[in-house]
């Protein structure tokens, strides 16, 4: 049998061997069908009639429909798995992400569809390979979608952070967390501010991944970050990347395990978070963070935070200068001060006070507040309030012992404001504050008031002033002078009272009337007064 000559078949059976000269005539004049299929000597396949004399009209068809296909399944399993395994932002923004997987997923079905509708004359039809690999992967690239879109959107759970350039463009300050957009915000910047030299930056944290990559620019361009505030979580990073670390006296670092946000499988957040977690530790390795910092940050759950002040991070060895509120490298004492401060918690007011003091009498503050602290850390609040005390009274003898009379009767005319206006408004819980006698309510504006004008009278202060010492009889004249009157105000009572009800507004109006009778003397005599008084309300 030569190579001329065809074998066919059709839907029916076999249907011999024919010249193949007559056949492509009996093809052209339409009595066979362009799926008759055909076979000859040498061939390794049967072909269709119209594929071996009529091949189609669109050769591009085929490319196309794979190109599509290709292109859907990387947008919808590829890159969402590779988005997965890697660190940051999404390989593609959301938008354009599902913008471009429907348009291949449009494309490809178009394409299917038109490949499967032309192709029966052709034998049977490829394109349903593709068809029912597309239906079969569907499942998968709705389930991977649902997670890129879950992981977008908690990436923008929390609102930016907010950045602000100095006029010189020299120092840029960032309020605000580690969120979706704090990469291109903060590159945008650089580009803006080319000589930048120092990041201002107070944040609760945010992105691991996206700190990380912006920790690598700060590290690469030794930018100094110094936090005033606090700096946490994924913020620890920025700061840990500089090779000039700055920290306020009343700042603080925390530290939690990480944790990856979305809801991707298990296994993928595991591998993701291992990576990150690593690069973490490396980096806080390379600022000085020693075993013990490193064990609490792996001891705390991302649910909660360890705080680290100044005093444990020098303790820790980690390399860092402390500054106080004016830029300045802070005093030993300052530093020990802050590290009380912090375990208990002080207000802003009280903060204020004690560092003034630290200021002045620094020997007296190193040998009590590193006591205070180590027994706050040791929750030995007895312990520690009776080291306070005596801090305070040395603070309160300092202010009122060395202060110049000019500076007392100041302090004085403020003080006595205080008292007149809660006296006046019937306050309770504000002369419960002023007289510092524990019950409830409290007014904590009104504490304030007092650690303030405290401070100021610390700072106003000055070392080598000479001593004004009150004697016995000075201080017992004074406590004479405000029984007396309590007890006048009892006794001018028409019936009996209820003690507990009645003296405490009669405490604060008796108090009250001392500093009106001490401004009112000539002024030497004025200040010896108020200093009296500091027997009945300070000491």
Partial sequence: MSMQHLHLRDRRGYLGVWEMAQVQAEFGRGRYRADTMSWRPGETAWTSLGRRWSPRATPWLPVLGA??????LVLGIALPLWGFHIAGRLPLPLAWHLSLFSVSLLLTATVLGIAIKRHPGYGTSRAWTSVWLLISALPLIAALLYQVVSNDRARHEDPDARMVLSADKRVLRIDGNIAANF?????????RAPHLQRIDIRSGGGLVDDALEIAKIIRARALVVRVDDYCASACTLLWAASPERQLGLRGSIGLHQNRMLGNAPKEWRESALAQGDAQSRAMLLRAGFG????????????SAMAWIDATELVESGVSVRILDAHGKPATPAAIAMAGALHQMGASDASWRAYLAYAAKQPDQVLQRAPSIRQALLAKDKDIAVAWLRRLYADMTAFAFGRSTDA??????KDISALWDDTVHTQDKARCNTLLDNGERPQDEETRARVRGLLADLIARTAVQAPQHTVSVAEEQAARLRY???LWNALASQPGPVKWATWSQPQRCKVSAQLYQEALALPPAQAAASLRALRIIHFD
């Fill in 483 to 485: 029984n007396t009157l």
């Fill in 67 to 72: 190109l599509a296909l290709f292109g859907c």
């Fill in 291 to 302: 075993p013990g910092l490193l064990f609490k940050r792996s001891h705390t759950p991302p």
């Fill in 183 to 191: 990469i291109d915000d903060f590159k945008a910047v650089l580009a």
């Fill in 407 to 412: 500076d007392m009767l100041r302090w004085g």
